[in-house]
């Protein structure tokens, strides 16, 4: 994807079996082509995906199209598969600390 397009996130429709997401996207001295990216709400339901996330996990599976696609996508909707909720869910989990706690040693008296 090159530099000059823009990815805009214009809004979403709940429906009844899914979230549509819809962007836009322009290039320079382009005109601006309309994409909808939906999620099913059953993804929101069970919580494998948060509410405030979904805007996010689309327009990274947007970026990825275009960017595939010389941005030009053959397609203008897109469903957000368990791949790319696996993938985002993976990418972004709490990393694994060690524990931080480490008890003093004893002190002789």
């Known amino acids: 994807m090159s530099d000059n397009v823009i990815v805009q996130f214009v809004g979403f429709e709940a429906k009844a079996l899914v979230r549509e997401y819809n962007?836009?996207?322009?290039?320079?001295?382009?005109?601006?082509?309309?994409?909808?990216l939906t999620i099913v709400n059953e993804a929101f339901n069970s919580r494998r995906v948060c509410y405030q996330d979904g805007p996010e996990i689309c327009s990274l599976r947007l970026?990825?199209?275009?960017?595939?696609?010389?941005?030009?996508?053959?397609?203008?909707h897109y469903l957000i598969?368990?791949?790319?909720?696996?993938?985002?869910?993976?990418?972004?989990?709490?990393?694994?600390?060690?524990?931080s706690y480490k008890p003093k040693p004893a002190q002789s008296l």
Do not use: C, M, W
């Open 23 to 36: 962007f836009h996207v322009r290039q320079a001295s382009s005109e601006i082509r309309e994409f909808t």
């Open 81 to 99: 598969s368990e791949i790319d909720l696996d993938e985002y869910r993976n990418a972004h989990a709490p990393k694994a600390s060690g524990n």
């Open 63 to 76: 970026h990825r199209e275009l960017a595939t696609y010389s941005n030009r996508p053959p397609q203008t």
